[in-house]
């Protein structure tokens, strides 16, 4: 099983290098190529192999590093060396399979409802998930997980794989009746986006691999642990109030005053003005692209407001979307060709009245870079969420006759963001995608938090968050108490259960609090002084996700890096089928220390499916367990009212 596969070398499966050559004989020349090793280098957590076909004119380097966690990633690098220009039509990282991996796990989604897992077996073939819409989209496979008959988030052997990029990618898993089963994936490159001259190389993105003979939750892990290690990674997450679901575009002083009044009132540390404060936004018609304050509804600019957040102890953060533009903006009036599409006669279907900017264009990019930059400096802004509301459709530049660019539109995405970041060490980025579009390891190198989805109805976030845990870590995931009724479903949930959903990653608010009672106020802040406390073993400790015998009931948690804490969360989704109730098993604590067990934050111990309630001291009643008993036989928990949370609290003794 070559790392590279070639027909040359007798492999019919899908060459992992995809080319040709232009300018020179017949069309399609140079298509099939036959790699010799040249040398191999290695240290103690990297290895490079490289790599020439001489009669093709191509030279080939592979980059593999183990990284913390456990986890590996590679890349490949062409070099072209010939006179003549190569195109590259695809170059795909891949890895052999063990034999005992035959099912298969990916994610598909919409809007308001990404990461939605669906499993089939490893069959003869080839299968692939292309992303093609230049970013990872809604509906983004985000990775694909191959493992032994059954797996689960506890148990099983897997083997996942995801591409660090947050433009075009694929995913692929292959198996030859003649060989065996590769995974692997890279960058889906648009015809001619590479084109190699003499002496060019192209880098594939980095791609992840990472496994677990404990499950789903041990690949988890291993991915955790290396966000954990990045530059990037968030070493504080604060609580953040959102305007968005409260005000909309409806600006006013005077209100978002009173909102920050009760924000800071209940513990909030970020307070954020989401869409409509600059130039002609007062709906999402207009205005994108032209990023001046708008004086109309600001006639004393930001500062009253930021002045007054800060005032209370709050950090400020503001919301951009640098990559779009409405046709109804003065950017795009004066400036028409700046958009992406195939071109000057061909411009894409509009989608939430907006259109894509060539970020590929110099001038494009000086502008976005000039008017973000603009505004940052001029306010005290510790906080910027970059949002990006639509898929790249037709990516043409106008640089290249029209010709695709979506591979250069995301590298001049990186380069925007690195070069604020960098102009702006104090401020921390979001990355937000129509909700969770854009979540990936390439732009979680980059950023400190992301937004999990547009989802704010906490029943509907509850599988949303568990499997995007699958990729990220808990910390960077903005989960947000939102108002009693959802805006997204209509659907009215008690404040108890709606903050336990939003406990465990990086608490949030999305809810107009002048119009919360005084008693609610008091239990958001309870809530919120809660995930404060926490805050260390919720984003510090690894991810649990323990089976359920009851389809009716997820189980979660956090243990704490040292075992010595956890916190585990029983959610009862709807109404189960039978009063058996479930035994909730913790794995990862230490198995010869004992636990003590109590409940957590507000817990009804009166409705439940016994005839006694709950005992007031905890599930066992106050008898302290082993972690070797916990993570085999757990403790059991009964049948509790539909649309509740019941968090439980492990202590180790002594």
């Known amino acids: 099983m070559p790392l590279l596969g070639e027909h040359a070398h007798g492999r019919y499966t899908r060459p992992h290098l995809r080319g040709h050559r232009t300018e020179a004989g017949p069309a399609g020349a140079g298509w099939t190529t036959r790699f010799t090793s040249r040398d191999i280098t290695t240290t103690e957590t990297t290895l490079r192999l490289e790599a020439a076909d001489e009669h093709a004119g191509l030279e080939l380097a592979l980059d593999l590093e183990s990284v913390p966690g456990g986890s590996l990633r590679a890349r490949w690098t062409l070099t072209n060396t010939a006179a003549t220009a190569y195109v590259v039509d695809g170059l795909e990282v891949c890895l052999p399979v063990d034999d005992d991996l035959v099912e298969a796990l990916d994610f598909t989604g919409r809007h308001e409802r990404e990461r939605t897992p669906q499993r089939h077996a490893v069959t003869d073939g080839l299968w692939l998930r292309e992303g093609r819409g230049g970013r990872p989209g809604l509906d983004a496979a985000s990775m694909v997980v191959l493992g032994t008959p059954g797996f689960t988030a506890t148990s099983g052997s897997v083997l996942g794989v995801h591409v660090a990029w947050s433009g075009n990618s694929v995913l692929r898993v292959e198996r030859d009746a003649a060989s065996g089963t590769t995974i692997g994936g890279g960058e889906h490159l648009l015809p001619g986006e590479v084109v190699l001259e003499q002496g060019d190389a192209y880098t594939t993105p980095w791609v992840s691999f990472a496994a677990a003979d404990d499950g789903l939750d041990g690949l988890a892990a291993s991915w955790h642990a290396w966000q954990r290690s990045l530059p990037a990674h968030p070493a504080h997450q604060p609580v953040v109030l959102n305007v968005w679901e409260a005000v909309f575009f409806d600006h006013d002083l005077e209100r978002l005053r009173a909102i920050a009044d009760r924000a800071a009132r209940v513990g909030v540390e970020r307070f954020v003005l989401d869409d409509g404060w600059f130039r002609h936004r007062r709906d999402d018609t207009a205005g994108l692209g032209d990023w001046w304050v708008d004086g109309s509804v600001w006639p ?267 916190l585990v969360a029983h959610v009862q989704l709807d109404e189960s089928a039978h009063n058996r109730g479930v035994q909730v098993r913790v794995p990862h604590l230490d198995e010869s220390a004992s636990y003590r067990l109590a409940w957590e934050g507000p817990v009804d111990l009166a409705h439940t499916s016994m005839s006694a309630p709950l005992p007031a001291d905890g599930p066992t009643a106050g008898v302290e367990v082993t972690g070797g008993v916990l993570a085999r036989r757990g403790f059991w928990m009964p049948r509790r009212r539909p649309e509740t949370v019941t968090l439980v609290r492990l202590d180790r003794v002594g």
């Open 300 to 566: 004393e600019g930001l500062d009253p407001l930021i002045d007054h957040v800060r005032g209370l102890g709050m950090e400020f953060g503001l919301w951009f979307e640098p990559e779009m533009v409405n046709p109804d903006s003065d950017l795009h009036r004066a400036h028409p060709d700046w958009i992406l599409s195939a071109g000057p006669h061909r411009t894409p279907l509009e989608h939430r009245q907006q259109q894509v900017l060539d970020l590929t264009r110099p001038e494009v990019f000086d502008y976005l870079l000039e008017r973000v930059d603009a505004i940052l400096s001029a306010h005290r802004i510790d906080y910027v969420k970059w949002d990006h509301n639509r898929d790249l459709l037709e990516p043409g530049s106008g640089l290249r006759a029209g010709a695709p660019a979506a591979h250069e539109q995301t590298r001049a995405f990186y380069r925007l963001l690195d070069a604020l970041a960098a102009a702006h060490p104090e401020v921390a980025w979001e990355s937000c995608a129509s909700g969770g579009g854009r979540i990936d390891l390439g732009v979680l190198e980059r950023v400190q938090r992301v937004w999990t989805s547009d989802m704010t109805d906490a029943l509907a976030r509850q599988q949303i968050q568990r499997w995007t845990t699958q990729l990220v870590a808990p910390e960077y995931l903005g989960m947000h108490v939102s108002s009693p009724t959802s805006h997204t479903t209509g659907r009215t949930l008690d404040l108890d259960f709606r903050c336990a959903t939003a406990l465990f990653g990086a608490l949030g608010i999305e809810w107009d609090l002048t119009e919360a009672t005084e008693t609610d106020l008091d239990r958001l802040e309870g809530w919120v002084r809660r995930h404060r406390t926490l805050r260390p073993l919720l984003h510090g400790g690894r991810v649990v996700r323990p089976d359920s015998s009851d389809p009716a009931v997820l189980l979660h948690g956090v243990v704490a890096a040292d075992r010595a804490a956890a």
